[in-house]
Each structure stands twice: as C-alpha cells, then as structure tokens.
Nanobody, 123 residues
Framework: QVQLVESGGGLVQAGGSLRLSCAAS????????MAWFRQAPGKEREFVAT????????YGADSVKGRFTISRDNAKNTLYLQINTLKPEDTAVYYC????????????????WGQGTQVTVSS
C-alpha cells in the first residue's frame, strides 16, 4: 500500500509556471506506475499524464503536451508535474495516483490517490 500527499498548488497568473509534487510513503514507490489527474468544478476527473515505474516511459493528454512534464525521483519517493504556460482552463484540483498495473489513462486504473492540490489560474 502507498499513501500519497500532493503539494505545490496555488494561485498564478496566466502564462506562469508551477511545479507540483507528490510525496509517497513506503519503500515500494519505485514499483508503482504513477499519474496525475485533474478535476475542475462540475467536471469529471481528467487524465493529465502518466509515468512508468522506472521513469523511462511517459504519456500525456493532448491538452497538456508541450506544457506539462511528468517526472519522478524514486530515490526521494516523489512524483512531479512541471506546468508551464498556464491557462485559465488549467484551473482544477490536481491529484496524483498510483497503480501496480501498466500505464493507464482512466481513474479506475489507479488504486491509490492523494487528497489533491488546488491550482487556480487567473486571466
């Protein structure tokens, strides 16, 4: 089992950048496929990006390609999401998630979730 805690969210102006972090407990972080999802008010949870357990394979949603970068540091048990050129439509609660399965792009593919961190982008 793994416990996840996100941080790094905040209020930023459009065009700005943020780096989200997800700290994982336990000694098996490196065995999990990790992902970021986001959920805007009134909308369903949306896939953002995922990364393999070794960090050698990543995949991102079309809406964030070129602006968002997912990475991980298994030595620090931490997952990251670098967000550049923020847009007002990026406003959402961002969640990290973990699974022992292969890369997936839907919420049911992930077993463990953090509590989320709010990102608000002003125009």
């Amino acid at each position: 089992q793994v416990q996840l805690v996100e941080s790094g969210g905040g209020l930023v102006q459009a065009g700005g950048s943020l780096r989200l972090s997800c700290a994982a407990s336990g000694r098996t972080f490196s065995s999990y496929t990790m992902a970021w999802f986001r959920q805007a008010p009134g909308k369903e949870r949306e896939f953002v990006a995922t990364i393999s357990w070794r960090g050698d394979s990543t995949y991102g949603a079309d809406s964030v390609k070129g602006r968002f970068t997912i990475s991980r540091d298994n030595a620090k048990n931490t997952l990251y999401l670098q967000i550049n050129t923020l847009k007002p439509e990026d406003t959402a609660v961002y969640y990290c998630a973990a699974t022992r399965s292969l890369i997936g792009v839907t919420p049911p593919a992930y077993n463990y979730w953090g509590q989320g961190t709010q990102v608000t982008v002003s125009s």
